[in-house]
C-alpha cells in the first residue's frame, strides 16, 4: 500500500461527486500509529472538506457504517445535535466513492470539518472522571433514543468472530497465526458461549464508537461533550463495548503515546468512580458488567488479531499481536465483576 497514490484516489472520488469545484490542495492528516489515511481537502475557492480513505473489511459495511452513522448525527437530540461529522451527501445518500485497480480496493467518504474545543489533560482529575462519566450516560442515552430510526447493520459482534474463526482455516490465516490458532479458537469459542450466556437476546444494541482516546473528542470548558471523529471502529452494539476504552481514558497511568491493552484498567478505582456516576444516570445491569471481560477479548480478537495489520503499522501489529498472547488473553482473568457489582450496588 506504501506505493498507492492517495491523492489521485482522492481526486477522482471528488469528480464523481461535484467536478465543477476545483481541487488545490490534497494534506494527509492521518494518526501516524494506524494505516487508515484522513486528508484536509483544500478547494481553489479557499473552502476545505476532510476525507477519509479505508481498504480494510468489507465496502459493504464501510457503507453501511457511513449512512447508519449520516442518520445518526441527524437524528441526536440536543446537546449532541452537533457532536458528529457530516457526511457529504448526493442524491439524497451518504456519498462514498470506491476505487478498484489491481489488488486495491479503497473507498472515500467527504465530511465536513469538525469543529474542535479542548482536550481532556492527559491524566484525569476526579472531577474529570465523574464529568465524563455523566457526559457518557448521556450520550448513551440519547444513542439508545435514536437507535429504532436506525438502518439496520449486518456487522454484529457474532459474525466479526466466525469471520476471524473462518480465516483461521485458511491457508494465510494458518501462516499469519502460526502456533497460535488453537488458542485463538479457544478464545473464540469463549466469547461466543459467554455472549450467548449473558446478552444475547436480552440487552439492547445501540450505535457505539468503541475507540475513545482523548484524542477522539473534544470537551467544553464546562466539560461537556462537543465534537466526536475517528469512525473505524463503529458499530452497532452493547453499551458496553465503549467501556474498555473509557477504562483507559481513566486510568490512573493516563494517556499514553507507546500503548499496549491489558483489562487491569478496568479493575482500578478511577474506573469504578467513572461507572458509579454512569450507573446513577443509566443504570447498568448485573449481565452487562459480566460482559465487560468478554468486550474486551472481542476488541482483541478483531481490532488485534484479525484487523491488527490494518489498524496499526506493522511494527505496532507484530507488538500487539504478540502481547495478546503473553498479556492481554491471561489478564482476563484478572477481571472481577463481584468487585464492580458491589460498588455499583447490584
Excluded at 440536543?78 to 442524491?91: G, T
Excluded at 457526559?135 to 437507535?147: E, G, L, P
Excluded at 485463538?184 to 437476546?201: E, H, I, M, S, Y
Aim: glycine share 4%; proline share 3%; net charge neutral.
Amino acid at each position: 500500500m506504501r506505493l498507492v497514490d492517495y491523492p489521485t484516489i482522492i481526486r477522482k472520488a471528488w469528480a464523481g461527486f461535484d467536478p465543477s469545484v476545483q481541487i488545490s490542495t490534497i494534506e494527509d492528516i492521518s494518526a501516524r500509529v494506524s494505516t487508515n489515511h484522513v486528508f484536509k481537502v483544500t478547494f481553489d475557492d479557499g473552502d476545505s472538506i476532510i476525507a477519509k480513505l479505508s481498504y480494510f473489511g468489507k465496502f459493504e459495511h464501510f457503507l453501511e457504517d457511513h449512512r447508519i452513522i449520516h442518520v445518526l448525527s441527524n437524528n441526536l437530540l440536543y446537546p449532541f445535535e452537533n457532536l458528529l461529522a457530516k457526511s457529504l451527501v448526493r442524491d439524497g445518500q451518504v456519498y462514498t466513492y470506491r476505487y478498484q485497480e489491481g489488488f486495491l480496493d479503497a473507498w472515500v467518504v467527504f465530511y465536513n470539518p469538525i469543529r474542535i474545543q479542548q482536550k481532556l489533560p492527559r491524566r484525569l482529575d476526579e472531577h474529570h472522571i465523574r464529568a465524563l462519566g455523566t457526559q457518557i450516560a448521556r450520550f448513551h442515552k440519547a444513542c439508545s433514543r435514536v437507535s429504532p430510526v436506525l438502518p439496520k447493520s449486518s456487522k454484529t459482534l457474532r459474525s466479526d468472530i466466525w469471520d476471524l474463526l473462518d480465516l483461521l482455516d485458511t491457508e494465510a490465516g494458518q501462516f499469519e497465526h502460526r502456533m497460535h490458532t488453537d488458542e485463538l479458537k479457544r478464545q473464540c469459542d469463549l466469547f461466543l458461549t459467554n455472549r450467548q450466556k449473558l446478552v444475547a437476546g436480552t440487552v439492547e444494541t445501540m450505535p457505539v464508537f468503541v475507540d475513545w482516546n482523548i484524542g477522539n473528542f473534544s470537551i467544553t470548558e464546562d466539560l461537556e461533550l462537543f465534537s466526536r471523529w475517528d469512525y473505524d471502529w463503529f458499530r452497532i452494539s452493547y453499551r458496553v463495548m465503549d467501556f474498555y476504552f473509557f477504562s483507559r481514558v481513566v486510568s490512573d497511568l493516563g494517556d499514553r503515546t507507546v500503548f499496549s491493552y491489558g483489562i487491569g484498567p478496568m479493575m482500578e478505582d478511577r474506573f469504578m468512580l467513572f461507572l458509579k456516576q454512569y450507573h446513577r444516570i443509566y443504570p447498568l445491569t448485573e449481565n452487562e458488567i459480566r460482559f465487560l471481560p468478554e468486550a474486551f477479548r472481542f476488541f482483541i480478537l478483531n481490532y488485534v488479531i484479525k484487523y491488527g495489520r490494518y489498524f496499526f503499522h506493522r511494527t505496532y501489529a507484530i507488538k500487539l499481536q504478540r502481547e495478546a498472547y503473553e498479556i492481554y488473553f491471561p489478564s482476563i482473568e484478572q477481571f472481577d465483576a463481584e468487585k464492580i457489582l458491589r460498588e455499583l450496588g447490584i
